[in-house]
Protein backbone atom coordinates (compact mmCIF):
# COMPACT_ATOMS: atom_id res chain seq x y z
CA UNK A 1 0.00 0.00 0.00
CA UNK A 2 1.59 3.42 -1.00
CA UNK A 3 1.45 6.50 0.27
CA UNK A 4 1.57 8.30 -3.08
CA UNK A 5 -0.19 7.12 -5.67
CA UNK A 6 1.32 7.66 -9.25
CA UNK A 7 0.10 6.72 -12.95
CA UNK A 8 1.64 7.81 -16.08
CA UNK A 9 -0.61 9.10 -18.64
CA UNK A 10 0.16 10.19 -22.64
CA UNK A 11 -1.76 13.65 -23.88
CA UNK A 12 -4.29 12.19 -26.56
CA UNK A 13 -5.14 14.02 -29.51
CA UNK A 14 -8.79 13.37 -28.36
CA UNK A 15 -7.95 15.35 -24.95
CA UNK A 16 -6.47 18.14 -26.50
CA UNK A 17 -7.95 21.69 -27.50
CA UNK A 18 -7.02 23.05 -31.32
CA UNK A 19 -3.79 24.80 -29.43
CA UNK A 20 -2.51 21.13 -28.93
CA UNK A 21 -2.72 21.56 -25.06
CA UNK A 22 -4.53 19.14 -22.62
CA UNK A 23 -8.37 20.85 -22.13
CA UNK A 24 -8.65 21.31 -18.12
CA UNK A 25 -11.39 18.94 -17.85
CA UNK A 26 -9.23 16.00 -19.44
CA UNK A 27 -6.65 16.60 -16.46
CA UNK A 28 -9.12 16.76 -14.13
CA UNK A 29 -10.90 13.44 -15.12
CA UNK A 30 -7.29 11.90 -14.82
CA UNK A 31 -6.92 13.58 -11.36
CA UNK A 32 -10.19 11.94 -10.11
CA UNK A 33 -9.74 8.43 -11.88
CA UNK A 34 -6.17 8.18 -9.76
CA UNK A 35 -7.83 9.70 -6.76
CA UNK A 36 -10.86 6.37 -7.08
CA UNK A 37 -7.91 3.86 -7.56
CA UNK A 38 -6.21 4.94 -4.44
CA UNK A 39 -8.85 5.02 -2.22
CA UNK A 40 -9.59 1.54 -3.59
CA UNK A 41 -5.94 0.79 -2.86
CA UNK A 42 -6.44 2.15 0.56
CA UNK A 43 -8.66 -0.34 1.33
CA UNK A 44 -11.99 1.26 0.76
CA UNK A 45 -13.10 -0.66 -2.47
CA UNK A 46 -16.56 -0.36 -4.28
CA UNK A 47 -17.81 -3.42 -2.36
CA UNK A 48 -17.67 -0.47 0.75
CA UNK A 49 -18.74 2.50 -1.32
CA UNK A 50 -20.69 1.81 -4.53
CA UNK A 51 -22.48 -1.42 -4.35
CA UNK A 52 -23.58 -0.25 -0.85
CA UNK A 53 -25.35 2.49 -2.75
CA UNK A 54 -22.89 5.09 -1.70
CA UNK A 55 -21.06 7.58 -4.19
CA UNK A 56 -17.63 9.60 -3.74
CA UNK A 57 -18.36 13.28 -5.06
CA UNK A 58 -15.85 16.38 -5.35
CA UNK A 59 -17.53 19.13 -3.12
CA UNK A 60 -14.84 21.51 -4.03
CA UNK A 61 -11.49 21.75 -6.18
CA UNK A 62 -8.59 23.99 -6.64
CA UNK A 63 -5.64 23.68 -9.18
CA UNK A 64 -2.69 25.86 -10.14
CA UNK A 65 -1.50 25.46 -13.73
CA UNK A 66 2.15 26.34 -14.36
CA UNK A 67 2.02 25.02 -17.83
CA UNK A 68 -0.75 22.50 -19.59
CA UNK A 69 0.84 19.05 -21.22
CA UNK A 70 1.10 19.52 -25.04
CA UNK A 71 -0.35 17.04 -27.79
CA UNK A 72 2.22 13.24 -27.28
CA UNK A 73 3.55 14.66 -24.27
CA UNK A 74 4.00 11.81 -21.38
CA UNK A 75 2.63 13.02 -17.87
CA UNK A 76 2.79 11.68 -14.66
CA UNK A 77 0.16 12.47 -11.54
CA UNK A 78 0.69 11.56 -8.45
CA UNK A 79 -2.14 11.90 -5.40
CA UNK A 80 -1.95 11.48 -1.71
CA UNK A 81 -4.59 11.50 0.83
CA UNK A 82 -4.70 14.72 3.63
CA UNK A 83 -6.12 14.13 6.97
CA UNK A 84 -9.96 13.25 7.14
CA UNK A 85 -11.93 16.18 7.92
CA UNK A 86 -15.06 14.92 9.67
CA UNK A 87 -17.01 14.11 6.84
CA UNK A 88 -14.76 15.97 4.22
CA UNK A 89 -11.93 13.73 2.56
CA UNK A 90 -8.68 15.69 1.37
CA UNK A 91 -6.96 14.73 -2.03
CA UNK A 92 -3.96 16.66 -3.29
CA UNK A 93 -2.34 15.62 -6.27
CA UNK A 94 0.62 17.09 -8.52
CA UNK A 95 1.39 17.08 -12.60
CA UNK A 96 4.40 16.06 -13.68
CA UNK A 97 6.39 15.93 -16.86
CA UNK A 98 9.84 13.97 -15.90
CA UNK A 99 10.88 16.30 -13.13
CA UNK A 100 9.06 19.14 -14.00
CA UNK A 101 6.02 19.61 -11.79
CA UNK A 102 3.44 21.57 -13.90
CA UNK A 103 0.22 21.55 -12.12
CA UNK A 104 -0.67 20.97 -8.35
CA UNK A 105 -4.41 20.72 -7.13
CA UNK A 106 -6.29 19.94 -4.01
CA UNK A 107 -9.65 18.77 -3.50
CA UNK A 108 -12.07 18.09 -1.12
CA UNK A 109 -14.09 14.58 -1.47
CA UNK A 110 -17.92 13.40 0.49
CA UNK A 111 -19.51 10.11 0.40
CA UNK A 112 -23.20 10.64 -1.51
CA UNK A 113 -26.03 8.03 -0.46
CA UNK A 114 -27.33 7.39 -3.83
CA UNK A 115 -31.12 7.11 -3.35
CA UNK A 116 -31.03 10.33 -0.87
CA UNK A 117 -28.92 11.98 -2.87
CA UNK A 118 -27.78 13.43 0.74
CA UNK A 119 -23.86 13.34 2.16
CA UNK A 120 -23.22 10.77 4.86
CA UNK A 121 -20.98 10.21 7.55
CA UNK A 122 -18.38 7.50 6.75
CA UNK A 123 -18.20 6.38 10.15
CA UNK A 124 -21.27 4.98 9.99
CA UNK A 125 -20.25 2.78 7.25
CA UNK A 126 -16.78 1.96 8.80
CA UNK A 127 -15.23 4.29 5.99
CA UNK A 128 -12.06 5.78 6.86
CA UNK A 129 -8.71 7.02 4.55
CA UNK A 130 -5.89 7.78 6.65
CA UNK A 131 -3.70 10.61 4.79
CA UNK A 132 -0.90 13.06 6.17
CA UNK A 133 -0.62 17.03 7.08
CA UNK A 134 0.06 18.51 3.40
CA UNK A 135 0.74 22.30 3.99
CA UNK A 136 2.50 23.31 0.77
CA UNK A 137 -0.82 23.30 -1.54
CA UNK A 138 -3.75 24.83 -0.13
CA UNK A 139 -7.44 23.54 -0.05
CA UNK A 140 -9.91 24.41 -2.33
CA UNK A 141 -11.66 27.93 -0.79
CA UNK A 142 -15.34 29.07 -1.68
CA UNK A 143 -15.86 30.86 -4.59
CA UNK A 144 -18.19 33.78 -4.90
CA UNK A 145 -21.07 33.35 -7.06
CA UNK A 146 -22.10 36.15 -10.27
CA UNK A 147 -25.62 38.26 -10.69
CA UNK A 148 -27.50 36.84 -13.72
CA UNK A 149 -26.34 39.39 -16.01
CA UNK A 150 -27.23 37.93 -19.77
CA UNK A 151 -27.41 34.45 -18.73
CA UNK A 152 -27.54 31.66 -21.02
CA UNK A 153 -29.49 28.50 -20.79
CA UNK A 154 -27.81 25.23 -21.49
CA UNK A 155 -29.71 21.66 -20.96
CA UNK A 156 -27.24 19.28 -19.80
CA UNK A 157 -26.72 16.50 -22.68
CA UNK A 158 -26.23 12.36 -22.27
CA UNK A 159 -22.94 13.08 -23.06
CA UNK A 160 -22.29 15.19 -20.07
CA UNK A 161 -23.61 12.88 -17.42
CA UNK A 162 -21.21 10.05 -15.45
CA UNK A 163 -22.33 6.38 -13.97
CA UNK A 164 -23.55 9.42 -10.79
CA UNK A 165 -26.20 9.72 -13.68
CA UNK A 166 -25.75 14.19 -13.17
CA UNK A 167 -23.67 16.47 -15.22
CA UNK A 168 -19.68 15.37 -14.78
CA UNK A 169 -18.37 17.61 -12.35
CA UNK A 170 -15.15 17.97 -14.92
CA UNK A 171 -16.94 18.88 -17.87
CA UNK A 172 -17.95 22.05 -15.81
CA UNK A 173 -14.66 23.09 -16.92
CA UNK A 174 -15.57 22.42 -20.74
CA UNK A 175 -19.41 24.30 -19.81
CA UNK A 176 -17.41 27.12 -18.23
CA UNK A 177 -14.86 27.82 -20.74
CA UNK A 178 -17.21 27.71 -23.75
CA UNK A 179 -18.77 31.06 -22.23
CA UNK A 180 -15.43 32.71 -22.48
CA UNK A 181 -13.34 34.27 -25.69
CA UNK A 182 -9.42 33.33 -24.14
CA UNK A 183 -9.72 30.00 -24.41
CA UNK A 184 -10.37 30.12 -28.64
CA UNK A 185 -7.47 32.55 -28.71
CA UNK A 186 -4.81 29.69 -27.12
CA UNK A 187 -4.53 31.30 -23.65
CA UNK A 188 -3.98 29.03 -21.46
CA UNK A 189 -5.65 28.61 -17.67
CA UNK A 190 -3.71 29.53 -14.74
CA UNK A 191 -5.68 28.69 -12.10
CA UNK A 192 -9.09 27.23 -11.47
CA UNK A 193 -11.39 27.03 -8.19
CA UNK A 194 -14.93 25.30 -8.19
CA UNK A 195 -17.72 24.83 -5.77
CA UNK A 196 -19.75 21.91 -6.80
CA UNK A 197 -22.85 22.96 -4.74
CA UNK A 198 -25.33 19.94 -5.75
CA UNK A 199 -25.64 17.90 -8.89
CA UNK A 200 -27.53 18.84 -12.11
CA UNK A 201 -29.48 15.98 -13.82
CA UNK A 202 -29.59 14.58 -17.61
CA UNK A 203 -31.82 16.52 -19.53
CA UNK A 204 -31.95 19.55 -16.77
CA UNK A 205 -31.96 23.40 -17.69
CA UNK A 206 -29.20 25.52 -16.47
CA UNK A 207 -28.88 29.03 -16.80
CA UNK A 208 -25.24 30.36 -16.44
CA UNK A 209 -24.21 34.06 -15.94
CA UNK A 210 -20.97 35.16 -16.23
CA UNK A 211 -18.81 38.35 -15.02
CA UNK A 212 -15.33 39.14 -15.37
CA UNK A 213 -13.44 40.71 -12.23
CA UNK A 214 -10.23 39.97 -11.10
CA UNK A 215 -11.01 36.43 -12.47
CA UNK A 216 -13.71 34.83 -15.00
CA UNK A 217 -16.42 34.09 -12.69
CA UNK A 218 -19.29 31.79 -13.83
CA UNK A 219 -21.84 30.45 -11.41
CA UNK A 220 -24.45 27.69 -12.80
CA UNK A 221 -28.13 27.62 -10.98
CA UNK A 222 -30.81 24.85 -11.69
CA UNK A 223 -34.47 26.32 -11.07
CA UNK A 224 -32.95 29.43 -9.32
CA UNK A 225 -30.82 27.33 -7.10
CA UNK A 226 -26.84 27.55 -7.30
CA UNK A 227 -25.47 24.45 -8.94
CA UNK A 228 -22.16 25.61 -8.79
CA UNK A 229 -19.39 28.47 -9.04
CA UNK A 230 -16.52 28.75 -10.86
CA UNK A 231 -13.62 30.73 -11.50
CA UNK A 232 -10.77 30.65 -14.04
CA UNK A 233 -7.83 32.97 -14.26
CA UNK A 234 -6.00 33.12 -17.60
CA UNK A 235 -2.49 33.94 -18.54
CA UNK A 236 -2.14 37.35 -19.61
Known amino acids: ?32 ACTIAHTIELGCPREMTLDRGLLWVVAQQHIQIHRMPVYDETFVIETWAGKNMHVLFPRYTRVLVKDEVIMEAS ?4 LMDIH ?8 KYGIAIDGREEKDIPLPHTVPGCEMDHPVSLTIPYSFCDLNGHLNNARCFDVGEDLLKEPCKGKEIREADIDYVHEIPLHQTITLSHQKRDREYITGRLD ?13
Open 1 to 32: MKEVFTRTYQAEASTCDPFQKMRLSAIAERMQ
Open 107 to 110: ALWV
Open 116 to 123: SRQMIFPS
Open 224 to 236: GETAFRLALAFEP
